[in-house]
């Protein structure tokens, strides 16, 4: 058996460094699973958001925030419940998501949340549950809210709820001995009583089998007990919050997220007045171009943006055209849109651009006057003005919206004066 010892010697580094390797290996295998995992849950939540299938959307990025915490995640979570219409729920994750923010130094992000913060303040419903634990210890009675035992020091204390029904009940030891069931609307204020347990037998309160089943039927909701911890620790900072964010996610709702498109045809009306008057080439008279003041346009409208506060979008707009009086119509510059509820959108916008058209010269002079061949385009010359939008929600796309939409402007120029009424169709991705 000596002669065996060396040889078992010499292997056991070898597969022993091997073992070490292989178990290494599946540990990162293990990781990057994980983090494909939570990017591909974000990738399908958010094409779930943008097709406004928000019940599907919400789990999905829920359990992506789950396997590796992220801001950018977190702003998508709330917005996702927004949407969802638990304003209570959206809420606390915009709180936290504004600490999170401030913490990391992240401006963008900060002013974001604290924007739907403030519009969603005036819809949150609250809830005050007050306690009488009648002789008996906060240790000894839980009060439940949906479920979820709620902490002591949330008692009698205001708590944001989501709209809805919501079931209050008190236990002793461990056996509920009282509940009631409370509904709230949006921006609504309640207060509950909860009795003590005496008083509550004396009442002959309904028994919890009777309850459970209008609970349990009941649609599935973030568990309340949450919300109140969120609520009373306002400045703690959350915890696994990353200093660098380097997955997709970190893109939401990042500057290349708050990027809006629009591009769009029209046709419409256009009147342009140009100074026609030039002096002949001829030894005496004056030259004069006969123009049509209307013309008959078409062209194509485009708008680039950024989402700059609460849906103000702020960018440059670009109408370019052709008019009847074999002419053109450009006009661009900075331009700032806002939506009026979930149909309508206007804005307004200075203008820089020029137009030109095209007419027949003729020569008069003392007594006569003499029509020439000769066409000429007439200029309007660098010119200054202003814009205005006014669009209407046809229907919603895969990534935005088609809309019904004029952007009439109004142009002053050296030589003349021009303004235009088109009427089109633009799609625009947001």
Not at 359 to 374: A, H, K, N
Request: contains cysteine.
């Amino acid at each position: 058996m000596t002669p065996l010892r060396p040889l078992r010697q010499n292997l056991c580094a070898p597969l022993a460094g091997a073992l070490l390797g292989a178990s290494a290996l599946l540990s990162v295998q293990q990781v990057a699973a994980e983090e494909s995992a939570a990017e591909r849950l974000f990738r399908e939540g958010r094409a779930l958001l943008v097709e406004q299938r928000f019940a599907e959307a919400c789990p999905k990025l829920e359990e992506s925030q789950r396997l590796e915490p992220s801001l950018g995640t977190k702003l998508n979570v709330a917005f996702c419940h927004e949407r969802l219409g638990e304003v209570a729920t959206a809420w606390v994750g915009f709180q936290e998501a504004l600490i999170t923010a401030r913490t990391a130094g992240d401006a963008a992000r900060e002013a974001f949340a604290r924007a739907r913060l403030d519009a969603l303040a005036p819809r949150v419903p609250w809830l005050r549950v007050r306690v009488s634990t009648g002789g008996a210890g906060a240790d000894q009675v839980a009060i439940l809210l949906d479920g979820a035992a709620l902490d002591p020091v949330a008692w009698d204390k205001e708590l944001p709820v989501d709209p809805g029904e919501h079931v209050v009940a008190a236990a002793h030891q461990g056996e509920v001995f009282w509940q009631t069931t409370v509904a709230l609307r949006e921006s609504e204020r309640v207060d509950v009583a909860v009795p003590a347990q005496a008083e509550a037998e004396e009442e002959a309160a309904p028994a919890p089998a009777e309850r459970a089943p209008a609970a349990a039927s009941r649609p599935a909701r973030p568990p309340a007990a949450r919300l109140p911890r969120a609520r009373l620790l306002p400045d703690a900072p959350r915890d696994g919050a990353r200093g660098e964010e380097r997955s997709v996610r970190s893109a939401a709702p990042s500057a290349a997220d708050r990027m809006v498109y629009e591009v769009g045809g029209f046709m419409g009306y256009l009147w342009l007045e140009a100074d026609t008057t030039t002096q002949c080439s001829a030894s005496y008279g004056e030259c004069y171009l006969s123009l049509s003041d209307d013309n008959f346009l078409a062209g194509v409208t485009g708008f680039i943006g950024y989402t700059a506060m609460e849906r103000l979008d702020l960018g440059v707009r670009a109408q370019i055209s052709l008019h009847s009086n074999a002419g053109v119509l450009i006009a661009l510059g900075p331009s700032v849109s806002y939506p009026l509820g979930e149909q309508f959108r206007v804005g307004s916008t200075l203008l820089f651009g020029t137009a030109t058209q095209t007419g027949r010269v003729y020569e008069q002079g003392d007594g006569y006057s003499s029509d020439l061949t000769v066409e000429a385009s007439v200029p309007l010359g660098f010119s200054l003005g202003l814009g205005a939008e006014l669009g209407m929600k046809l229907m919603d796309g895969p990534s935005g919206a088609l809309f019904l939409q004029t952007t009439p402007l109004f142009l002053v120029g050296a030589d003349g004066v021009a303004a235009s009424l088109p009427l089109g169709m633009v799609y625009r991705w947001d």
